[in-house]
């Protein structure tokens, strides 16, 4: 009588908890194609254990709405197209964020951690008087949570006890969701009076056909030691040989050698990569905060005493003119 | 038209050359007996309020900060850069701790309808933290719109044009004010304070307030259950020549053959 009791109850249990976990992921896409960063943010969605939805807002986006419904995990696809998304405006998109929730009472609203998903998720959170969560790298349970603080030097665990959980999610952390095995059901999003106080003027994107910086098997970055951005082009050179994405230090762009979009660190990407080589790079606390969960780290820099060799597997102490001229090479043959 | 309220947010964080250490009882980080400054978002942040004053965009520019008594040190480094006076929220010890960008935010939101701001500036995050919230926060409560990584500024009849750092480059938006922004760490070099400066600073008005001055409950959401080292990374060998490493990287299968 007794297990049967504990049993039922146990039931009970796991059907409260799946019916009331109920996610919402807001996608991030360009009106064309769906940006990897959402895929990982899915993932995490999974994790919590209930049924997960995607807000898919934009102009002219039913392409991406249509790529969302086959990710598998997804339950559920909410497309709004209005021509107010334009820009991705948070303004335009919390209103809209803030009327799905009203209507669908979700208790995980979740966005990549990107600069869009930065910028929305603690607007979205002070709308509804919960505390937002930055940045998180773990899932333990539905209420707790892993991140990294102190540039990344300390590892917090907490406990949320806000009725919604507002969270982005860091991509490095959670692999990426299967893209073509789901079927997800796709209605429309319901209507939001979007904010007018501000508006998109235009968006100046650093063009390259290399692989992208934060989802890149290989990143070879380049730091102070490169001395001037010409040189970055032997670093390009040897990028393109070897597949890799090309990333810098704060002081590589703060000098101008190349633009900020490229900077690893804190304040800049954090990205993983299977082989993260660090050029002319000392190590600083902030740099290394963005790319010490690199699988294979390899450093190359004349000073012996640089900071990055106590992160690298492979260290060359040597210089990098030298240096990486001759692995373009060594890379060429064979 | 006079001359635009600008707030400022700064906070007195663990400087940011510090080697941190987790304290035994993984609560925490060791704070006592440890170099702090102000947010070095936050010296950028005051850097261009006072660039607007001094363009006389701006007319009075309000320095506040939320923490323990020391915050003062924080908010007369702003006043000897340049701002005109200071606002002290000042929190015991544990409330200190367990602060939250929200209810920052909430007291940010306060202070800047009591004193009829028109610009709210604050760093992008602070570096202990590493939130990136509380602007974002302030921007919702009062319903302005909000400039997030911003690397430039300028200022036309009722609103302002601000280029920000994406993911995949730069973006130009406009704001109408009144506007938050967030400064990144491109938009400018913040000044040192001068001597002469430092000692005219302290007599500029520092106002001492408590948050239930401002009906604002500090009580956390947020329980943290523990704070522990990263995993520590084994230490990796120093090769000879460019040849080994890259027979190490084939050997890996990180190098296309």
Redesign the interface.
């Known amino acids: 009588m007794l297990s049967r009791a504990c049993l039922q109850g146990v039931r009970r249990g796991v059907h409260v908890f799946k019916r009331f976990n109920s996610t919402l992921v807001v996608v991030e896409h360009n009106n064309e194609k769906l940006t990897p960063i959402t895929l990982h943010a899915i993932t995490a969605a999974t994790k919590l254990g209930g049924e997960v939805s995607c807000l898919v807002a934009g102009s002219q986006c039913a392409k991406v709405a249509e790529e969302v419904s086959k990710v598998a995990g997804v339950k559920k696809v909410l497309l709004a197209d209005s021509d107010a998304f334009k820009g991705f405006l948070p303004e335009a998109l919390t209103p809209l964020v803030l009327a799905t929730q009203s209507q669908f009472k979700f208790t995980h609203i979740l966005a990549g951690a990107t600069a869009l998903g930065k910028s929305l998720a603690p607007r979205v959170a002070a709308k509804l008087d919960v505390s937002a969560i930055s940045d998180i790298i773990g899932i333990q349970s539905p209420d707790t949570f892993v991140r990294t603080i102190y540039a990344g030097n300390a590892i917090q665990t907490l406990k949320s006890n806000d009725s919604v959980k507002v969270i982005t999610v860091r991509g490095t952390a959670f692999d990426a969701a299967d893209a073509d095995s789901g079927s997800a059901a796709q209605e429309e999003a319901p209507a939001a009076t979007p904010s007018a106080t501000s508006e998109f003027v235009s968006q100046e994107l650093s063009k390259s056909d290399r692989p992208d910086l934060t989802s890149a098997k290989s990143v070879i970055s380049g730091g102070r030691g490169m001395k001037n951005g010409e040189n970055f082009k032997m670093l390009y050179d040897l990028a393109d040989k070897m597949g890799a994405a090309v990333g810098a230090s704060r002081a590589a762009v703060d000098a101008g050698f190349v633009p900020n979009d490229m900077q690893v660190g804190q304040t800049g990407k954090i990205v993983a990569p299977d082989l993260y080589i660090a050029v002319g790079i000392s190590g600083a606390i902030q740099h290394l905060a963005g790319m010490k969960d690199s699988k294979i780290i390899v450093a190359i820099n004349k000073d012996p005493e640089a900071p990055i060799f106590q992160v690298a597997d492979y260290g060359l102490v040597a210089d990098l003119f030298k240096v990486i001229p001759e692995m373009s090479a060594l890379v060429d043959k064979k | 038209m006079s001359g635009l309220r600008v707030i400022v947010g700064c906070k007195r964080v ?1 400087d ?2 510090v ?2 250490r ?1 304290k035994p009882d993984k609560m925490g ?1 060791v704070t006592e007996g440890v170099k702090h400054s102000m947010n070095p978002f936050d010296e950028i942040a005051i850097e261009e309020a006072i660039r607007m004053k001094e363009k006389k965009i701006a007319s009075e520019v309000i320095a506040v900060s939320c923490g323990p008594p020391q915050c003062q040190e924080t908010l007369r480094t702003a006043m000897a850069m340049g701002a005109d006076k200071a606002i002290l929220v000042e929190l015991d010890a544990k409330q200190a701790e367990t602060v ?3 209810h920052v ?1 909430k007291i940010l939101a306060k202070i800047s309808q009591e004193e009829k701001a028109d610009v709210i500036i604050v760093g ?2 602070a ?15 009062l ?7 911003a ?1 430039e500024v300028i200022k036309n009849n009722g609103d302002l ?1 601000v280029t ?13 004010l009144p ?1 938050v922004i967030t400064a ?3 938009l400018n070099e913040p000044r040192y304070a001068t001597l002469p400066n430092i000692m005219k600073a302290k007599k500029k008005p520092l106002a001492k307030k408590k948050a239930s001055d401002y009906g604002v409950d500090l009580t956390p ?10 995993p520590v ?1 084994e ?5 000879e ?3 080994d ?2 027979a ?2 084939r050997e ?1 299968g ?4």
């Open positions: 663990i940011y050359a080697k941190i987790v980080v939250q960008p929200l935010a992008k995050q570096i202990d933290g590493d939130c990136n919230q509380t602007g974002q926060m302030t921007a919702a409560l319903d302005w719109p909000q400039a997030t990584f690397s044009t920000r750092e994406v993911d995949g480059g730069l973006e130009t938006i406009k704001v109408k506007a990144d760490l491109r959401t947020h329980q943290i259950l523990s704070v522990e080292d990263p990374r230490a990796g060998q120093k090769l020549t460019t040849e490493l890259v190490k990287l890996a990180l190098v296309p053959s």
